[in-house]
């Protein structure tokens, strides 16, 4: 019968004494921390977002963005703004135009049961209306720390700008 001269499992582990496994497990634990920090870092200020660094550096309240844009719009590079204390971006479909303005909640924040002709609803960021005004679909998004405007171009579909509003989250 062939016997296998390989050593038993437990005489191959590599014995560490006490103070070598405190100080390997305590490199290994200030690794992950380190790694898990740098990642959030980057998450927090990374570059790729669509509103630039510069800009949601001025501002001291949540800034809330489309978790989806709508089919065929894109964010307008270079037209975010800051005028009055307001955020302003853009997002874009050919000549189809869409302006987003967001500021922190007012003391007295719009009665949005009080806009005639407007819906109600419930999006992610909080309660919400939308409708029109002068042929131009609007909603309006209270969230509990932000006031967000959304604003279309008469040649914009109602439920774009409804869709767009349900869809607003935190960056």
Known sequence: MFRSKAKPLSARLVHIPGSRMFWVISVLLVTSLGLA???????????????????????????????????????????????NGILFYKITSGNRTIVIGEQAIPVAPPDLSSLIGFKKIV?????????????????????????????????????????????????
């Open 37 to 83: 920090g740098g990642g959030l870092y980057y998450y927090r200020w990374r570059s790729d977002w669509p509103i630039p660094k510069v800009v949601r550096s001025q501002i001291q309240f949540p800034i809330y963005y489309p978790s989806s844009m709508p089919k065929g719009y894109s964010y307008q590079k270079g037209f975010a703004k800051i005028q």
């Open 123 to 171: 999006t992610l960021a909080g309660n919400a209306a939308v409708g029109s005004n002068n042929g131009q679909p609007i909603a309006i998004v209270l969230s509990n720390t932000t006031l967000i405007n959304i604003n279309g171009s008469k040649n914009v579909p109602n439920d774009v700008v409804g869709n767009l509003a349900k869809s607003m989250s935190t960056l």
